[in-house]
């Protein structure tokens, strides 16, 4: 109780000294600190100006008892509308993979009644290199001129944005310069890329079974069987369009074939050969029931052939 009393007046004494403080003419000025006088630096002589170190005699300083504060200098702020157009402050370039560098163009018109100088271009990584005319570059009111951006895409791939600051008398603009650089298509594998593959097989047949190569060698192949086991299985390196001549094309085996030579093969391929064996035996990944389900697929669907592949033989006029 006697706590809220006490806090009961003290507000209205406080509403009080206000009121009467409104009321009354006015509160009394901040006082004004005086500036200090400047503090000495040890070592550091002040020289005053005298007509001996000052070359052109001092303008006459305007009596303004409080000038404004300075301004911000016009380059340090961006570029307001109506003093530079550009074509577009983003540019985009499309390229191969394997492509040292791309170059793109912006152009820029002065449409202001006054001339405009650039007096920096500069962009955000060493890779990237600005080509224009020598600075600082004016440009007289209408007149028109051309940035070039050189990216050095090496060792760069996916999508590459760096930024260009261009700054004139007038303010700073940003510009955008964007690399696309393609993916392979999906499938087709880079030559350095298939060489090693290559590499790791001749060391290991059963390799791509393993670690990375069985994302695309092994994981498709899970729990498939029959025609869809054979083109995420096999097809992967026998239908392959790029694939390594080594491969042979199972259509064209120029050999007669039956159930016993396609279970042989896939289950132990044969010694000294790149292609890998795929019973789970034998450190594939195929178990008997899908070995077999290849087995009448193949049987059914690769022709059995000696003596030339069928489409090398010329059908007897009058035949289908
Ligand atoms: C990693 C790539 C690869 C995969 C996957 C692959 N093969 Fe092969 N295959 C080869 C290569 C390479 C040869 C050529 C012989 C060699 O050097 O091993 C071959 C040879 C063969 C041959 C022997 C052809 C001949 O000359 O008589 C048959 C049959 C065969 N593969 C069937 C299959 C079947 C069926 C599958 C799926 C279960 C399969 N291959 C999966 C790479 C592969
Ligand atoms: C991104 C999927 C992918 C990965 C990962 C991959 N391969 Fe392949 N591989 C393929 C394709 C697709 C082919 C068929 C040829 C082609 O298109 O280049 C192939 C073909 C092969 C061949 C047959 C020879 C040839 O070049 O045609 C061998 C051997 C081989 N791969 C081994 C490997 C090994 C070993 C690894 C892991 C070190 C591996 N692959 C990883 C997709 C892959």
């Known amino acids: 109780m006697i706590h809220a009393m006490f806090?009961?007046?003290?507000?209205?004494?406080?509403?009080?000294?206000?009121?009467t403080l409104t009321r009354g003419e006015s509160a009394p000025p901040p006082t004004l600190v005086p500036p200090s006088p400047p503090t000495e630096i040890p070592g550091v002589q002040v020289v005053a100006p005298t007509t001996a170190n000052v070359a052109t005699p001092p303008a006459p300083t305007p009596t303004v008892p409080n000038p404004a504060p300075p301004a911000i200098p016009p380059a340090f702020r961006p570029l307001p509308g109506g003093i530079v157009a550009w074509d577009n402050k983003t540019q985009t370039a499309t390229v191969r993979p394997g492509?040292?560098?791309?170059?793109?163009?912006?152009?820029?018109?002065?449409?202001?009644?006054?001339?405009?100088?650039?007096?920096?271009?500069?962009?955000?990584c060493g890779c990237t290199v600005p080509k224009l005319p020598p600075m600082p570059w004016t440009l007289p009111p209408g007149a028109s001129g051309q940035i070039e951006v050189t990216m050095n895409l090496a060792g760069k791939s996916g999508m590459v944005i760096k930024t260009v600051t261009v700054t004139t008398d007038q303010g700073f603009d940003t510009l955008y310069v964007r690399t696309n650089i393609e993916e392979p298509p999906a499938g087709v594998m880079g030559q350095s890329e298939r060489l090693r593959n290559l590499q790791v097989a001749t060391a290991n047949r059963q390799a791509v079974f393993q670690g990375d190569c069985a994302t695309c060698h092994a994981t498709p192949a899970l729990n498939k069987m029959g025609a869809e086991l054979f083109h995420t299985a096999c097809g992967i390196c026998h239908e392959a369009e790029h694939r390594a001549s080594m491969v042979p094309d199972?259509?064209?085996?120029?050999?007669?074939?039956?159930?016993?030579?396609?279970?042989?093969?896939?289950?132990?391929?044969?010694?000294?050969?790149?292609?890998?064996?795929?019973?789970?035996?034998?450190?594939?990944?195929?178990?008997?029931?899908?070995?077999?389900?290849?087995?009448?697929?193949?049987?059914?669907?690769?022709?059995?052939?000696?003596?030339?592949?069928?489409?090398?033989?010329?059908?007897?006029?009058?035949?289908?």
């Open 7 to 19: 806090w009961k007046m003290v507000l209205i004494l406080g509403l009080l000294g206000t009121a």
């Open 250 to 320: 199972l259509k064209n085996l120029n050999k007669e074939t039956n159930a016993d030579y396609w279970r042989t093969w896939i289950t132990s391929s044969a010694d000294g050969k790149l292609m890998p064996a795929f019973a789970i035996e034998n450190g594939g990944i195929l178990n008997a029931m899908q070995i077999e389900s290849l087995v009448e697929h193949l049987v059914q669907t690769m022709p059995s052939t000696k003596g030339g592949a069928p489409t090398a033989t010329v059908p007897p006029p009058g035949s289908h």
């Open 99 to 124: 492509t040292p560098s791309s170059s793109m163009a912006f152009w820029l018109t002065n449409v202001h009644a006054q001339p405009v100088t650039v007096t920096a271009v500069r962009t955000s």
